[in-house]
T-cell receptor, first 114, second 121 residues
Framework: AQKVTQAQTEISVVEKEDVTLDCVYETRDTTYYLFWYKQPPSGELVFLIRRNSFDEQNEISGRYSWNFQKSTSSFNFTITASQVVDSAVYFCALLRRYGQNFVFGPGTRLSVLP | GAVVSQHPSWVICKSGTSVKIECRSLDFQATTMFWYRQFPKQSLMLMATSNEGSKATYEQGVEKDKFLINHASLTLSTLTVTSAHPEDSSFYIC?????????????????FGDGTRLSIL
């Protein structure tokens, strides 16, 4: 069975603080894909990143960075120097194969206070 | 880039009415579309998978007679909530799989619509 856990339900930080959102996944597949999506209050899902299971290289994109550790089945997301516009719900998701559906984690609601 | 159009964005209707939600891929062919439901402050849960030209596959606990799915073309899938009741109030979001995404090495295997907020009074 596939499962994604995001232990932090809600996080509040003050603007310019760094924040890390945790994601732990479970799968028996040897090949899979991991994703992070942002859902602002308007509801649409905004794609942030995809990571293949066979590529453990960490990635940085501007203020965003991701730490994928296969040994601990974790795919954590860090926002550096957070901004009010980062306030949203963030979902970690697992995809077994490209033709199948996403399995989403429960989401972490991030509030960045001015 | 790949765009999925979902309509309506929001709908409010009386209990007992039926509501149709459209999910349309605008610039790619979607052999598979997924329908998710999201209750307030909860995650997205898969309701059903629809493949063009065949019957939809429903997840356990989702009533197929209540949530009618039609995927008649490679660019359009519809979800009809029949005889809607207040407990059906939710955020419904579709995603469309670009059948060529994997072979093209695209980052996103599916593209999401912007969702439909359904409120049943």
């Amino acid at each position: 069975a596939q499962k994604v856990t995001q232990a932090q339900t809600e996080i509040s930080v003050v603007e310019k603080e760094d924040v890390t959102l945790d994601c732990v996944y479970e799968t028996r597949d040897t090949t899979y894909y991991l994703f992070w999506y942002k859902q602002p209050p308007s509801g649409e899902l905004v794609f942030l990143i995809r990571r293949n299971s066979f590529d453990e290289q960490n990635e940085i994109s501007g203020r965003y960075s991701w730490n994928f550790q296969k040994s601990t089945s974790s795919f954590n997301f860090t926002i550096t120097a957070s901004q009010v516009v980062d306030s949203a719900v963030y979902f970690c998701a697992l995809l077994r194969r490209y033709g199948q559906n996403f399995v989403f984690g429960p989401g972490t609601r991030l509030s960045v206070l001015p | 880039g790949a765009v999925v159009s979902q309509h309506p964005s929001w709908v409010i209707c009386k209990s007992g009415t039926s509501v149709k939600i459209e999910c349309r891929s605008l610039d790619f062919q979607a052999t598979t579309m997924f329908w998710y439901r999201q209750f307030p402050k909860q995650s997205l849960m898969l309701m059903a998978t629809s493949n063009e030209g065949s019957k939809a596959t429903y997840e356990q606990g989702v009533e197929k007679d209540k949530f009618l799915i039609n995927h008649a073309s490679l660019t359009l899938s519809t979800l009809t909530v029949t005889s809607a009741h207040p407990e059906d109030s939710s955020f419904y979001i579709c995603s469309a799989r670009n059948r060529d995404s994997q072979f093209q090495g695209l980052n996103q295997p599916q593209h999401f619509g912007d969702g439909t907020r359904l409120s049943i009074l």
